[in-house]
């Protein structure tokens, strides 16, 4: 799950400070918590899943459920609807303002300048919350910010600061800003553990992004330890930090997510670390080569994790993937150029029921007699077999029973041939080769 913000509405800061970002791709949601698709530049968003029209003439019934379907619009529960030129009902309008603050702020981290400087001028709550959200390039731009906060009373959720020119000074400026819950410092190579210290009074942070801010070590990150609101922490690419400096976040219990990669001080007793975090639903671990199946064992206790990355582990064995084997709720691991996983090692796979994922690229030692151990997987939608080169048509058999599988990579498997992917194509399942 990186860190996403927007950026301030063009109708509540000066255009000097703007950011003109490329939309990202849209997110996946499921059926009872989908987000509405994003909209076009002067769309206004309606209800949980309804965004705007292409046709401005009413229609009604079986018509209207065909264009909504190709047009991309849906109507509210009243029958109201949202069109191009900004026009909203107070019935789509209250529905959208009576979801929860976390919704309107993911969706609208998809929305341009336009599109929310017109949701800001239809809705006094969103009025509120939409000038709580900022990008910053330069430290002129993180000056005006906070001056035409503090000039207008208002409160901020979420700061970026791209680019490689912020200091340890530039954070000290955020630290009288308690409202803040995400911010994110990816790249900030000037940072060092000073700047870590300045976040300590922000006491509602959530998340925090310091990946590739590598002057940071074990010492910066015990200024973390009193964050208790923390759920998020990237930390990948901190290439100082040690076994000492993961023991700082033990206190964090509502951690859900933590990005390691590219640690690779951290060991076995680094990952023992991680024991109390209970409610951890993400970890990443990948280039964390000191990692053995002994560390890999303290992961057993947390119950609540769904994805896990040991890519490039090349410590790990069989017995790690024993260890994974009570994660009931696992739904993702990706076990990439970890060398020594066999067939023996997929076996213990076969009781995660909820497994949607799974990345086996490079582990060259996995035969047909693997992938059979993958057949009672029934919610498996991905598979990375690439570099698996034992693998055969005949071991791709053992995946027809998936139904819900929707891809496979087959990248350098050559043993596979036209027939055993085309096989897997009749199926419906896109092959990557």
């Keep these: 799950m990186g860190i996403v913000f927007s950026c301030i509405s063009n109708a509540s800061v000066p255009s000097n400070y703007r950011d003109n970002r490329t939309p990202r791709k849209r997110p996946e949601f499921s059926a009872n918590n989908r987000l509405p698709p994003r909209p076009n530049n002067d ?19 079986a018509e209207k459920k065909s264009n909504d379907e190709a047009s991309g619009s849906l ?15 107070k019935g789509v309008l209250s529905t959208f303002e009576a ?5 309107h702020l993911e969706y609208m981290s998809y929305l341009d300048n336009s599109s929310l400087g017109n949701l800001r001028r239809v809705s006094k709550p969103m009025e509120k919350i939409i000038p709580v959200l900022a990008t910053v390039e330069s430290k002129e731009q993180l000056k005006q910010l906070l001056t035409y906060l503090e000039k207008k009373g208002r409160s901020i959720e979420a700061i970026t600061l791209k680019g490689d020119n912020f200091t340890n000074n530039d954070l000290k400026e955020l630290s009288a800003f308690t409202s803040l819950k995400r911010v994110a410092l990816s790249g900030c190579i000037q940072i060092t553990d000073e ?22 070590t074990d010492k910066g990150l015990a200024h973390l330890s009193p964050l208790k609101n923390l759920k998020q922490v990237d930390l990948s690419g901190c290439y100082q930090i040690t076994d000492e400096g993961v023991a700082h976040l033990r206190p964090l219990e509502n951690l859900e997510q933590f ?21 951890l639903k993400q970890i990443n671990l990948r280039w964390c080569h000191k990692i053995t199946d002994k560390g890999l064992a303290h992961l057993s206790s947390l119950k609540n994790l769904k994805q896990v990355n040991l890519s ?5 064995t069989d017995e790690s993937l024993a260890h994974l084997s009570s994660l009931e709720d696992l739904e993702q691991v990706d076990l990439s150029e970890c060398h020594e996983i066999t067939d023996e090692g997929l076996a213990h796979l076969s009781p995660l029921k909820n497994l949607k994922r799974v990345e086996l690229s490079g582990c060259h030692q996995i035969t047909d007699e693997g992938l059979a151990h993958l057949s009672p ?16 048509d005949e071991g791709l058999a053992h995946l027809s029973p998936l139904k819900n599988l929707k891809q496979v990579t087959l990248n350098a498997c050559f043993r596979i041939t036209d027939k055993g992917r085309e096989h897997l194509k009749q199926n419906g399942v896109l092959v990557e080769i």
């Design 259 to 279: 990005d390691l990669r590219g640690c690779n001080k951290i060991t076995d007793e680094g990952v023992a670390h991680l024991s109390p975090l209970k409610n």
């Design 377 to 392: 997987l029934e919610n498996l939608e991905q598979v990375d077999l690439s570099k698996c080169i034992k693998i055969r």
């Design 75 to 89: 109507s509210s529960t009243d029958g109201s609807s949202v069109s191009n030129n900004g026009n909203v009902s």
């Design 43 to 61: 769309a206004i968003p309606s209800s949980t899943s309804n965004v705007c029209s292409s046709s401005k003439s009413p229609v009604t019934g």
């Design 99 to 103: 979801l929860p603050v976390e919704i």
């Design 195 to 216: 700047g870590p210290a300045h976040l300590r009074p922000l006491e509602n942070l959530e998340q925090v992004d310091l990946s590739g801010c590598y002057k940071i």
């Design 312 to 316: 490039w582990c090349r410590e790990i």
